[in-house]
């Protein structure tokens, strides 16, 4: 393809994008499709020649869109939005075309500058204290991953890096019973063992009770632990509880406990003032977490990782082979500020997304989301055979169906986890579930970037009618 033909296809790309946005509506949310369904309509092997870039894009309107789930269907309520918008799409073809490596300042200086500024400005529309210093990671997992080897270098002065584990560091690491897989998975890479993941009860709100944090660091400690790092949780992924942050950094700055918050969904909702409050006691945490990725529209990667003794994490990660020495000092090289070595120009779309939107226009549109998960609250709540299952502190709520004269568990588990497959088969809307209590709840999360009241409510009466029907 040259610079012309790149030109033609180009334009007409852009037009399919446009046209995929405008007409979203007509396909399926999530596609009615049997496993093999894409793969058998494709050739097994590579082409030995070159194919007509037209017949590439036909094959991929034709067999990979309608294999696609569509994440920016105004009604995919699942899991929590990947959500995107136009400046950041344009700031991805623009990422594409520069295909920098950012790893260092000298290998793309702007970059290396951009992602400086874009954190510092995310530091202050969360309202973080301004001894944070930010870096983007491509995901929470990868930011937990980094803030508990941090951590557990740090703690161990650095001499697991060096010479690996003794045996006997007996280190402890301590979350919610309804926290994030991602923190296991980091406390298994982390060398510190599965079985070294302390998970602590919840109230009746699936926030964690820091009573028990501190009873277990107690016997723990008695028992010769070396508790490492608590992770808390700003809103779960189940039901998006909010661990209480005040109390569990006390615990943690009595126990000289490193502190990480995990904010990955709904740290976007601090840009909002009237949320600030969640910040209560960030003044003990070490480290922070929230994605961008998922509910400020900014496209899958980006997760923003604040730390607020960047020595440390630098001193964990840093590696300077000679042949990526470089002469610069006193510039952000941010290979040294996590795991990977190459890495995206991830603050490209940031900047474009702030930027376009403004502050008050990302403010707008998340309290937008506040608002319907309200709307859809007192809707649910008006029904005597729904039940709402957690707090709605934010766009995500958990709720069943709970038909009257059922009252067997197990049965009404049944009956709602069929309901939810009915329900995603007619590709009318996607919702996900998770289970709070044992109980089998459906979640329902308001974040799609250009989701509005008629989509909130015409997915409620198809959600009301299915379940009543006999
Ligand atoms: C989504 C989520 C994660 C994981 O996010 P990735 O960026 O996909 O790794 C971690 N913690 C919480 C609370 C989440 O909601």
């Given at each position: 393809?040259?610079?012309?033909?790149?030109?033609?296809w180009?334009?007409?790309?852009?037009?399919?994008?446009?046209?995929?946005?405008?007409?979203?509506?007509?396909?399926?949310?999530?596609?009615n499709?049997?496993?093999?369904?894409?793969?058998?309509?494709?050739?097994?092997?590579?082409?030995?020649?070159?194919?007509?870039?037209?017949?590439?894009?036909?094959?991929?309107?034709?067999?990979?869109?309608?294999?696609?789930?569509?994440?920016?269907?105004?009604?995919?309520?699942?899991?929590?939005?990947?959500?995107?918008?136009?400046?950041?799409?344009?700031?991805?073809?623009?990422?594409?075309?520069?295909?920098?490596q950012?790893?260092?300042?000298?290998?793309?200086?702007?970059?290396?500058?951009?992602?400086?500024?874009?954190?510092?400005?995310?530091?202050?529309?969360?309202?973080?204290?301004?001894?944070?210093?930010?870096?983007?990671?491509?995901?929470?997992?990868?930011?937990?991953?980094?803030?508990?080897?941090?951590?557990?270098?740090?703690?161990?002065?650095f001499?697991?890096?060096?010479?690996?584990?003794?045996?006997?560091?007996?280190?402890?690491?301590?979350?919610?019973?309804?926290?994030?897989?991602?923190?296991?998975?980091?406390?298994?890479?982390?060398?510190?063992g599965?079985?070294?993941?302390?998970?602590?009860?919840v109230?009746?709100?699936?926030?964690?009770?820091?009573?028990?944090?501190?009873?277990?660091?107690?016997?723990?400690?008695?028992?010769?632990?070396?508790?490492?790092?608590?992770?808390?949780?700003?809103?779960?992924?189940?039901?998006?509880?909010?661990?209480?942050?005040?109390?569990i950094?006390?615990?943690?700055?009595?126990?000289?406990?490193?502190?990480?918050?995990?904010?990955?969904?709904?740290?976007?909702?601090?840009?909002?003032?009237?949320?600030?409050?969640?910040?209560?006691?960030?003044?003990?945490?070490?480290?922070?977490?929230?994605?961008?990725?998922?509910?400020?529209?900014?496209?899958?990667?980006?997760?923003?990782?604040f730390?607020?003794?960047?020595?440390?994490?630098?001193?964990?990660?840093?590696?300077?082979p000679?042949?990526?020495?470089?002469?610069?000092?006193?510039?952000?090289?941010?290979?040294?500020?996590?795991?990977?070595?190459?890495?995206?120009?991830?603050?490209?779309?940031?900047?474009?997304?702030?930027?376009?939107?403004?502050?008050?226009?990302?403010?707008?549109?998340?309290?937008?989301?506040?608002?319907?998960?309200?709307?859809?609250?007192?809707?649910?709540?008006?029904?005597?055979?729904?039940?709402?299952?957690?707090?709605?502190?934010?766009?995500?709520?958990?709720?069943?169906?709970?038909?009257?004269?059922?009252?067997?568990?197990?049965?009404?588990?049944?009956?709602?986890?069929?309901?939810?497959?009915?329900?995603?088969?007619?590709?009318?809307?996607?919702?996900?579930?998770?289970?709070?209590?044992?109980?089998?709840?459906?979640?329902?999360?308001?974040?799609?970037?250009?989701?509005?009241?008629?989509?909130?409510?015409?997915?409620?009466?198809?959600?009301?009618?299915?379940?009543?029907?006999?």
């Open positions: 393809m040259d610079s012309d033909e790149f030109k033609r180009g334009y007409e790309i852009v037009d399919w994008i446009a046209d995929y946005f405008n007409n979203i509506e007509k396909y399926d949310v999530k596609p499709i049997e496993p093999g369904y894409v793969i058998n309509q494709l050739a097994q092997n590579p082409p030995e020649n070159s194919e007509k870039f037209e017949n590439i894009l036909e094959d991929f309107k034709n067999i990979i869109v309608p294999g696609m789930t569509h994440w920016q269907h105004p009604k995919f309520f699942g899991y929590f939005p990947a959500n995107t918008s136009f400046p950041s799409i344009a700031a991805e073809f623009l990422t594409s075309a520069l295909a920098a950012c790893m260092m300042w000298q290998t793309s200086p702007a970059a290396a500058e951009l992602e400086e500024l874009t954190m510092e400005w995310l530091r202050q529309m969360i309202g973080l204290p301004n001894d944070f210093t930010g870096v983007i990671q491509d995901t929470a997992s990868t930011a937990t991953l980094c803030s508990i080897l941090t951590a557990r270098e740090k703690y161990s002065s001499n697991i890096n060096t010479k690996g584990f003794s045996g006997d560091e007996q280190f402890r690491v301590y979350c919610s019973s309804e926290a994030h897989s991602s923190i296991e998975k980091a406390v298994k890479i982390a060398g510190i599965k079985e070294n993941l302390v998970k602590i009860p109230d009746e709100n699936f926030a964690m009770l820091p009573d028990e944090l501190e009873k277990v660091l107690e016997v723990d400690i008695i028992n010769g632990y070396k508790p490492l790092c608590v992770v808390s949780a700003l809103g779960t992924t189940g039901s998006t509880a909010i661990d209480p942050l005040k109390e950094g006390e615990i943690c700055k009595d126990n000289n406990i490193w502190l990480h918050v995990d904010a990955a969904f709904a740290g976007s909702a601090l840009i909002l003032p009237e949320y600030r409050y969640l910040l209560d006691g960030i003044k003990y945490a070490d480290s922070f977490v929230f994605n961008p990725h998922k509910w400020l529209f900014t496209n899958f990667d980006c997760s923003a990782y730390v607020r003794d960047k020595e440390a994490l630098i001193k964990t990660f840093e590696m300077i000679e042949y990526l020495k470089s002469a610069e000092s006193h510039v952000n090289n941010y290979k040294d500020w996590g795991i990977q070595l190459g890495r995206r120009f991830r603050a490209l779309k940031l900047w474009f997304v702030i930027r376009s939107f403004g502050v008050s226009g990302l403010q707008e549109k998340l309290r937008f989301h506040i608002q319907l998960a309200q709307y859809l609250v007192k809707k649910i709540e008006s029904e005597k055979d729904f039940e709402i299952l957690a707090p709605v502190p934010f766009n995500t709520i958990c709720f069943r169906y709970k038909p009257a004269g059922v009252v067997h568990e197990e049965e009404i588990n049944k009956i709602n986890e069929n309901l939810l497959s009915k329900l995603n088969e007619t590709g009318k809307l996607f919702l996900t579930h998770t289970k709070l209590n044992g109980k089998y709840v459906i979640r329902f999360m308001i974040g799609q970037t250009n989701v509005n009241e008629k989509h909130v409510s015409e997915a409620w009466e198809l959600l009301k009618s299915e379940s009543r029907k006999k």
